[in-house]
């Protein structure tokens, strides 16, 4: 997922050759990828270390709650450091601080300590913020400013492209047969490792490549600051709820899935064997993302956002009430539908604010913490109800994302009060 906060607004660079940066432009790709990784590895450590430490599902979901948690705590302060040290020095920080957190996997996984692995998930979730943060004004740059978003569409492919390997990379290295058979925490150090060495590899490359000249950002000084809150504008507020409610549904989507699979009126399935189910969900997603952007070419966004959102309930409420491999599809398909919905919502909720543009975008990200919070009370309804029964949860965010693209996203605007 890619966060689209962007603190500054550098200006674009006009004398650099095209091929000057296509290495930078590379490299840059690479971090999308990256931490698309390393957030769809959670779907994965979820059911190993809820077997590990005998968890309930409210506790297992602690992972995400811990990890989405820091796009909430860290996005301002990461976007006070980028803006003291520049973009190129942000993103090499926020690479360390993300090894730091993969190497604390290590202490966690040989102490048995679940809390040491909820605090390397804090750190290694802020220093992917800080990259977020740095990144994203990074790729508009690399390049003529009219294909910017032709090139953020494409780092963000990348981003869908790495949780869709992460299930199937991650979950042959943490539900290998050894691991399976003796039941232990030590089974993630080897691609944790493996992680923090690249992210540290990335580090030593974005410290020496050639990036543009990022040290003096032009702000966004040349209108006049705008009155008022942008929270005076109905669509972004309710934009601001419906992103939460979003980025929480698919994430809890995806952190139950492997379990999901695994009841035996479902499919049964090991682990090991689920985890490999999860690219399904991750790539539907990467491959709605071109089908949409075709559509969207005919058809308004707000109606499209409507249709996604009442098809992925169809499909939530036939894995609800159905077995079989009818329920374990139609969870997976939900993905597809989840596509477009993220960079919609955001687009929506900014229509026509101006020049209050910048402080909406501000609130609109933090409110990824949705991804914290949704998926610990669905895992307080799967403790109770079952598993199977807990997704109505999800089921019921996508009916108010439905009603939030046929009818809250109409821009309006409250009376100042």
Same mark, same amino acid.
């Given at each position: 997922?890619?966060?689209?906060?962007?603190?500054?607004?550098?200006?674009?660079?006009?004398?650099?050759?095209?091929?000057?940066?296509?290495?930078?432009?590379?490299?840059?790709?690479? $971090?999308?990828?990256?931490?698309?990784?390393?957030?769809?590895?959670?779907?994965?450590?979820?059911?190993?270390?809820?077997?590990?430490?005998?968890?309930?599902?409210?506790? =297992?979901?602690?992972?995400?709650?811990?990890?989405?948690?820091?796009?909430?705590? %860290?996005?301002?302060?990461?976007?006070?450091?980028?803006?003291?040290?520049?973009?190129?020095?942000?993103?090499?920080?926020?690479?360390?601080? =993300?090894?730091?957190?993969? $190497?604390?996997?290590?202490?966690?996984?040989?102490?048995?300590?679940?809390?040491?692995?909820?605090?390397?998930?804090?750190?290694?979730?802020?220093?992917?913020?800080?990259?977020?943060?740095?990144?994203?004004?990074?790729?508009?740059?690399?390049?003529?400013?009219?294909?910017?978003?032709?090139?953020?569409?494409?780092?963000?492919?990348?981003?869908?492209?790495?949780?869709?390997?992460?299930?199937?990379?991650? *979950?042959?290295?943490?539900?290998?047969? $050894?691991?399976?058979?003796?039941?232990?925490?030590?089974?993630? &150090?080897?691609?944790?490792?493996?992680?923090?060495?690249?992210?540290?590899?990335?580090?030593? &490359?974005?410290?020496?490549?050639?990036?543009?000249?990022?040290?003096?950002?032009?702000?966004?000084?040349?209108?006049?600051?705008?009155? *008022?809150?942008?929270?005076?504008?109905?669509?972004?507020?309710?934009?601001?709820?419906?992103?939460?409610?979003?980025?929480?549904?698919?994430?809890?989507?995806?952190?139950?899935? %492997?379990?999901?699979?695994?009841?035996?009126?479902?499919?049964?399935?090991?682990?090991?064997?689920?985890?490999?189910?999860?690219?399904?969900?991750?790539?539907?997603?990467?491959?709605?993302?071109?089908?949409?952007?075709?559509?969207?070419?005919?058809?308004?966004?707000?109606?499209?956002?409507?249709?996604?959102?009442?098809?992925?309930?169809?499909?939530?409420?036939?894995?609800?009430?159905?077995?079989?491999?009818?329920?374990?599809?139609?969870?997976?398909?939900?993905?597809?539908?989840?596509?477009?919905?993220?960079?919609?919502?955001?687009?929506?909720?900014?229509?026509?604010? *101006?020049?209050?543009?910048?402080?909406?975008?501000?609130?609109?990200?933090? =409110?990824?913490?949705?991804? =914290?919070? &949704?998926?610990?009370?669905?895992?307080?309804?799967?403790?109770?109800?079952?598993?199977?029964?807990?997704? %109505?949860?999800?089921?019921?965010?996508?009916?108010?994302?439905?009603?939030?693209?046929?009818?809250?996203?109409?821009?309006?605007?409250?009376?100042?009060?």
């Amino acid at each position: 997922m890619i966060n689209p906060s962007t603190i500054v607004s550098p200006e674009p660079v006009q004398s650099a050759a095209p091929q000057s940066f296509r290495f930078a432009l590379t490299s840059l790709t690479s $971090l999308f990828f990256m931490w698309g990784f390393i957030t769809a590895m959670n779907d994965v450590l979820i059911p190993h270390l809820k077997g590990v430490f005998s968890l309930s599902y409210t506790q =297992a979901m602690l992972i995400q709650f811990c990890f989405f948690g820091a796009y909430f705590l %860290v996005s301002v302060p990461a976007g006070w450091l980028v803006k003291r040290i520049g973009f190129q020095r942000g993103i090499s920080v926020g690479l360390l601080v =993300a090894c730091i957190g993969c $190497l604390l996997f290590v202490p966690a996984a040989t102490s048995h300590a679940y809390w040491i692995f909820l605090s390397a998930l804090f750190v290694l979730a802020s220093g992917i913020t800080i990259l977020q943060v740095a990144a994203n004004p990074l790729v508009t740059l690399l390049g003529k400013p009219a294909t910017a978003s032709s090139r953020l569409t494409l780092t963000q492919a990348f981003n869908s492209l790495g949780t869709t390997l992460a299930p199937i990379i991650g *979950g042959a290295l943490i539900f290998s047969v $050894l691991a399976e058979k003796d039941l232990t925490a030590d089974s993630v &150090i080897l691609p944790y490792v493996v992680l923090a060495s690249v992210l540290f590899l990335l580090a030593i &490359i974005f410290l020496k490549i050639s990036l543009p000249d990022t040290s003096s950002p032009k702000t966004h000084n040349s209108h006049p600051q705008a009155k *008022g809150s942008p929270l005076q504008h109905r669509h972004l507020a309710l934009g601001a709820v419906c992103l939460f409610i979003y980025v929480g549904a698919e994430v809890s989507i995806g952190s139950f899935i %492997v379990n999901f699979l695994g009841e035996d009126h479902i499919a049964g399935l090991a682990e090991a064997t689920a985890a490999t189910y999860l690219s399904y969900y991750w790539g539907g997603a990467m491959v709605g993302r071109f089908i949409g952007a075709a559509v969207m070419q005919r058809i308004s966004a707000g109606k499209l956002l409507a249709f996604n959102s009442v098809c992925a309930m169809a499909l939530i409420a036939f894995a609800i009430s159905t077995q079989g491999e009818i329920a374990m599809w139609a969870i997976l398909m939900v993905g597809l539908f989840n596509s477009i919905m993220f960079p919609t919502i955001f687009s929506l909720a900014l229509t026509g604010l *101006g020049d209050l543009t910048s402080r909406g975008s501000g609130i609109l990200c933090l =409110a990824i913490v949705g991804g =914290a919070i &949704i998926p610990v009370l669905q895992g307080a309804l799967a403790d109770n109800i079952g598993v199977q029964l807990s997704f %109505v949860l999800p089921l019921v965010c996508y009916l108010f994302i439905a009603f939030y693209g046929l009818k809250g996203s109409k821009p309006t605007q409250y009376s100042a009060v």
